[in-house]
């Protein structure tokens, strides 16, 4: 498919390295030592960090953000490792998402991915509570990713029920874990993500 | 041994499914004469699902401060919690503007960065030091022992404490106490796929289902591994992965603490081998 000249936003690039964590991405030179590295590709061989980092470079934001490729990278590291520019291409990668994340709040794109909704989740118990909730993340999660909660219910059940049995018939899930840890003082998390909180 | 008294970071999994690893370590650091004090009020780091860096930098900066009113070095057993307090730490001696902003937000935030962040494992190996560990070994573990460092425990080196390629603290570790360390390299830093656990399973099921078959082929008795995300998905997802692809794999996964625990005399049921998924008993017939 022919890249659509007049479609690419030349300030793209820009609000990358705008970004906490993109603020290396005009260094690549498009090498690919990230993509041959990378453990996703290997199973997944159409996932290429270096192709998503040479679209963003090119301005093809829409295409970028609305790719189900951002979603898939693990951030293990061994691309920033590895990088020969010091692109730190995992933190990038988080870049982009996070900018993806706010356009489609903002109705401008639409993202596949269940991704944003399981990161979501986990912030929100961290918010609330100041550590993590499994169940509240599990339940908060499944409920808007299946969109309902019987329908969310049964994907969880259908999922996770032999692993909860597993983890209960061996004392890792009793009924400790099904309530929350709540730390002390939670205004002071909750300050962190009122002012920090993009 | 200089490090006689730690501020623990025990991490969000520590009362659930990595219940183990919190057990183990305090049992080890007692036997290693070292005292743990959990930091008071501790909050999550972040793990990998929050993306924001100055987001993360602010959540452990809180962490980071209540451990320096003590004045002790804050160290977790989580490879994870490990990378968020440490980059967390880099940064804020490195970006004074950063630091200015984060510590305006609340006086909890006021962390002059004058501790370190630390790895128990990397205390276990370059600070107690395997010589001082030999003196207290009592039993001889003869196992094949495949070890598992996963992504954040060398990388990025940075931050990391050991080689990013070919990390080699366990491997130590294994030999020191009667073990044989299978041929692993190719697998021993390779993901396994932790972060995608939820949103993309059968990814994250096809990475770690190459780490337990490498193990497998090696011959190896066990896995050994120091991050409860890891070991989340070569333990307790291991029947679930044997389930997807029709393979018998039955390999035990240990924390390092509770195999190095075992070598040291601790008693099975205080080193939490009793919690592990994938049964331990082998293991725990070999130890001599």
Redesign the interface.
């Known amino acids: 498919m022919a890249i659509k000249t007049w479609e690419l936003d030349p300030k793209f690039k820009y609000e990358i390295a705008a970004t906490p964590g993109g603020e290396e991405i005009m260094k690549c030179f498009q090498c690919s030592t990230c993509t041959i590295g990378c453990p996703v590709t290997e199973i997944v061989p159409s996932y290429n960090p270096r192709r998503i980092i040479q679209m963003s470079l090119l301005g093809m934001k829409k295409e970028v953000l609305e790719s189900d490729e951002i979603w898939l990278c693990a951030i293990c590291q061994t691309c920033s490792e590895r990088c020969p520019q010091d692109v730190k291409i995992s933190d990038l990668m988080g870049a982009i998402r996070r900018i993806a994340e706010k356009e489609a709040e903002e109705g401008k794109i639409e993202v596949k991915s269940v991704r944003p909704i399981f990161d979501k989740a986990f912030a929100n118990q961290l918010r609330k509570y100041g550590r993590l909730y499994e169940m509240g993340l599990s339940l908060e999660y499944y409920r808007k990713a299946h969109k309902g909660l019987i329908s969310g219910l049964m994907a969880m059940q259908k999922d996770y029920s032999k692993l909860g049995m597993r983890l209960f018939k061996h004392g890792k899930m009793g009924p400790r874990s099904m309530l929350p840890e709540k730390i002390k003082r939670t205004d002071e998390v909750k300050k962190i993500f009122e002012k920090m909180g993009e | 041994m200089a490090v006689t008294k730690l501020a623990y970071y025990p991490g ?2 520590s ?3 990595a ?1 183990e690893q919190d057990i183990s370590t305090k049992a080890l650091f007692e036997k290693l004469g070292i005292e743990l004090v959990e930091v008071e ?4 780091c ?10 993360v930098y ?2 452990n900066a ?1 962490n980071l401060a209540i451990a320096e009113k003590d004045n002790l070095d804050i160290a977790t057993p989580c490879s994870i919690c490990f990378y968020n307090l440490e980059r967390t730490n880099r940064a804020l001696r490195e970006d004074k503007d950063l630091s200015a902003k ?1 510590r305006g ?2 006086p ?2 006021d962390y002059k960065g004058t501790i370190r962040a630390r790895h128990t494992l990397d205390v276990i190996v370059n600070e107690v030091g395997l010589d001082e560990i030999s003196k207290k070994v009592v039993k001889k573990v003869p196992l094949k022992v495949a070890p598992y460092y996963g ?2 425990i060398g ?3 940075e931050i990391g404490f050991d080689d ?1 390629d070919n990390p080699d603290s366990m491997d130590r570790l294994i030999e020191l106490i009667g073990g044989e360390v299978v041929p692993f390299s190719q697998m021993k ?3 396994c ?4 656990m ?4 059968d ?2 099921f ?2 770690t289902k190459k780490i337990l078959e490498a193990a497998k082929a090696k011959g190896a008795d066990c896995i050994v591994t120091a991050c409860p995300l890891c070991h989340m998905l070569l333990d ?2 291991q ?2 992965i044997e389930e997807k692809y029709s393979i018998k794999i039955e390999m035990p996964v240990l924390y390092i603490s509770q195999l190095l625990g075992l070598a040291l005399g601790i008693d099975p049921k205080k080193l939490g081998l ?4 994938v049964s331990t008993k082998e293991i725990e017939r070999k130890v001599i």
């Open positions: 969000c999994p009362g659930t499914h219940i009020d501790w909050n999550c972040g793990a990998v699902e929050i993306e924001d860096p100055h987001l602010a959540l809180r984060i937000i609340d909890a935030l992504c954040y990388r990025p080196s990013p830093t390779k993901c796929g932790g972060p995608l939820m949103t993309k399973g990814l994250a096809e990475m307790a997802k029947p679930d009793d919690k592990n998924i």
